[in-house]
Structures are given as C-alpha cells and as structure tokens.
C-alpha cells in the first residue's frame, strides 16, 4: 500500500484515536501514516453488531415465550457465551446452561441470582424483570 | 509516582508493549517491525469445527504472548511472567514492580477496556498495555494502539486484568528481567532465527493443512463453499468476521503483510542481501491483495455482491495470496547467510 492510500474514513475509533498504517513512499521504502479508519472495517463491525442485535431479539422473544430465563437475554446483551457467563460468575458451564431454563430459574435461590446481577451489573429485580438500564 | 517511561504508538499492541519494554530497558535497535520478525509474527491458521463470536475462528498471528517471548529469547534478556489466581496478589506484585522502577506489560480483555469506543468492545482477552505509574489508587496506561496515554482506576484495571472467557490473562504480567545494551551483532543473528522460524511456521509441511500457507488455500477453497453450505446471510457474517479478524483484531492479514515487508527492509539494514529488498516488494504486494479481498468480501456481507461467481472471486484472493506468500517464504528459505 502506497503512503497517500492510506484510508481516511473517519469510523468508531477515529474520532478517539488514529490507527498506524504501514505504507511505503515514492522510493519503495517503509514509513507509517495515521489512519482515521475503513470503510470496509467499519461495515464489518457494523454487521457484527447487527448479529448481536438480531440475537438478542431473538432472545428476548424466547424469554417472553417462556422458553429461556432471562440470563440467555442478558448473556447476549453483555456479548458473553456459556463459557465467559461461566467465568465471571463462578458458576459451572453445565450449571449456566440448567439456569436458561425459566422453571430451574424462578427456583433459584437470591445467594445465585446474584452472582449473574453482578456479572451483568443489575439490580435483582432488573435481572428477574428484564429491565435494562441504560446508565 | 510515576516512571520515566516514553509512550510509543504501534500498530499491533503485543510489538508495540514489546518496544516499549525493551525501548525502556537499554535496547536502542528496536522498531516495530523488528519485533514483530525477530517474534515471528507472522502466522495463519483456521480452525476447523470451533467458532468464536458465532463465526469461524480464523488467526493471522501467532498465540499471544509469544512475540515478547521470542524477541526477549533471541536477545539473550531474561524475563519474568507471572499468572495469578489472586486478585490482590496480582496488584500487590505490580505495585510492587512499579516501586523498583519497571514499567510492565499486562495481558487485558478489552470488554471493560474504559477508553475503548464501545463498538470495539468485545470479549477478546488477547490485548497488551503497559502500566507505567500509580498515583492516589489509579494508574498510568500505555495502549500502544492509542495515541496518548490512559489513566485507569484500581477496580478498572482488575476488571480488565481478570477478564473471563477464553484466552483469560488471570492478571499475567511480564518485563525485562535486567536493563542491557544488544550488539548489532546480536540483532543480526536475531533476525536470522526470527525469519528461519517464520519460514517454519509458514511453509513446512509439518505444519499441516490448516496453518501457515497451506491454511490460507484451505480458507480459499472453503470460502468457496460457503455460500451453498450456509446460505447468503450466514455465508455473509462469516465474511465480516473474516475481515475483523484480518484488519481489525490487531491489523491482522494486510497489515501484518506490510509490517513483515518493512522487517525485511530494516533487516537490510544489518544484513545487506539485496534479496532482501526484492522479497520485502512480494509481501507489500500479498498485502495489497489481502486489502482488495477485503474489499470485495465487504460488497458481500454489505450485500451488493452475492452470486456464486462473487464468491469464487473472493477464494481465489486467498489462493493468490498463498501462491504469493509461498514463493516470498521460499525465497527467504533459500536466502544464503554469509
């Protein structure tokens, strides 16, 4: 990539902080330019970001038709899958999975639900209700 | 109290704390560039049957870590690394490094990350900083992919230090063990092992179907595929994350093609064999044909493009860019040493 084709579409990271590019100049030799960003990047991330949102869509509706507890909703609101859930909350994989069931999770005790609250930074009553707070 | 400790910007953030450290520790030689061949950066691999983020796991770098690793090896400076299970254990021995005068790196996740923009927020625990001072329970943050630096408190920094998920940092930190001045003599044969390992990695035979060279034809032929086996949309989503993991997951494909061809410009430098020079022009041209197949994956997954013929254009990149590569590694295998 020539020096001057570096692109300069302004994206996310951007507008914080430009990125270094290697580039050669008109001899051929090796230098660095700042980037402001790609299109091509950008729409990559975008489409990214529209699969989180059709998943947690997708999940919502399932929690509402009371196929899934509200953990599977938050799960895919924090981008998280079994295996991170299971990591901050201390709890087993095999454990995370029996706590999407709506029946397992209306009998857990507090001392559980609390530890997913905490891992997704929620009252308990937001994470029962499904309540999202968007501070 | 804060170290005199210069902030480097870089475009990939494991070379960028590797200069830094090393910069801060004596070694007056090294670059980016140079770090990221004597690490032996370079790599490809997909991995077949596991997915990350509900896509295909595809890497254009070697397992994180390993370039600090390499690069402290081949210049004979010893290292320290440590893992921890405990949170206060962890901040006790960085306070603790902080106070005998060491800036260190760490290994972060970047969910948590603060001055991240949050699209650029995702569970990936493979990302590196410097730590460079601590004054009234906060921190002094060098992101080498940021322009200046950051200031984190206690509690953000464990977050980040503990992150969970894959590739978890359980708050492992490394530094230079001793400051010490490397000869050109030793750059030189630095950079010798550095290339003879990156030729290993991507072309032996050992390496398999899925790594290296060989890994970059079996995506192309994959990604063939991909449009009948998954169907539009998917096939699409499989893309993108084929670009993020390429350009955005630490400049992956195109970016590291144009770091390894500034290496071998610089290698030049210490060992001056014009095939050097020739070889480095191959690279920037892989490159170049990583960024356009970017491109055109972009005209799919943004859905302009989409018919079968739209997709064997986008395999075929791959398969030009292994032939490419192929040659450029054979080239550099075959280079006599004086």
């Known amino acids: 990539m020539k020096k001057e084709d570096v692109p300069q579409d302004l994206g996310a990271l951007g507008k914080i902080t430009k990125e270094v590019c290697y580039a050669t100049d008109e001899n051929g030799k090796y230098t660095t330019e700042l980037s402001n960003g790609w299109d091509v990047k950008t729409t990559a991330l ?14 919502k509706q399932k929690v509402l038709n009371k196929e899934a507890s509200p953990i599977l909703f938050f799960m895919e609101k924090s981008l998280m899958d079994i295996e991170i859930l299971a990591g901050y909350t201390g709890f087993w994989q095999w454990q995370v999975k029996r706590h999407l069931k709506p029946d397992v999770f209306n009998s857990l005790p507090e001392q559980k639900l609390k530890k997913y609250a905490e891992a997704f930074n929620l009252s308990l009553a937001d994470l029962k209700t499904m309540t999202i707070n968007e501070a | 109290m804060k ?10 953030c494991e070379n960028g704390v590797t200069v830094g450290l090393l910069k801060n520790s004596g070694v007056k030689q090294i670059t980016e560039p140079l770090a990221f061949g004597i690490g032996a950066g370079l790599f490809f691999v997909y991995i077949p049957f596991l997915k990350i983020n509900n896509g295909p796991v595809i890497a254009f770098r070697s397992m994180p870590g390993l370039i600090f690793k390499r690069v402290c090896k081949a210049l004979d400076i010893p290292i320290v690394r440590k893992k921890f299970s405990s949170k206060e254990a962890a901040e006790k021995f960085l306070n603790d490094c902080l106070a005998e005068g ?96 990156n030729v290993f990695n991507m072309i032996s035979p050992l390496m398999g179907p899925v790594a290296g060279v060989n890994g970059i034809t079996y995506t192309g032929k994959k990604i063939k595929k991909w449009r009948n086996k998954l169907g539009q949309k998917e096939a699409g989503s499989y893309l993108a994350q084929l670009v993020r993991m390429q350009e955005e997951i630490g400049t992956g494909g195109g970016g590291f093609r144009y770091i390894y061809g500034a290496f071998l410009q610089e290698a030049h430098a210490y060992i001056p064999n014009d095939d050097l020079l020739g070889i480095s022009a191959q690279f920037t041209a892989s490159g170049d044909l990583w960024r356009e197949g970017a491109i055109q994956a972009a005209g799919i997954y943004k859905g302009r493009l989409g018919s079968q013929e739209d997709f064997n254009v986008m395999g075929d990149y791959l398969l030009q860019i292994a032939e490419i590569e192929r040659k450029a590694f054979v080239a550099l295998k075959n280079i006599k040493w004086q």
């Open chain 1, 46 to 59: 975008d489409t990214a970001w529209q699969n989180v949102e059709e998943r947690i869509a997708t999940a």
């Open chain 2, 102 to 197: 060491n800036p260190v790196g760490c290994q972060v996740g970047v969910y948590y990350l603060p001055y991240f923009p949050k699209e650029y927020r995702f569970h990936f625990n493979a990302h590196n900083l410097i730590v460079f001072g601590t004054e009234d329970g906060n921190y002094m943050v060098s992101d080498p992919v940021m322009e200046g630096t950051n200031i984190m408190s206690a509690y953000e920094l464990e977050r980040v230090r503990f992150a969970k998920g894959a590739l978890a940092p359980n708050g492992q930190l490394y530094y230079p063990k001793e400051s010490k001045p490397v000869t050109d003599e030793q750059m030189v044969s630095a950079i010798k092992s550095g290339i003879k390992r």
């Open chain 2, 3 to 12: 170290l005199d400790f210069n902030h480097i910007q870089a475009a990939h």
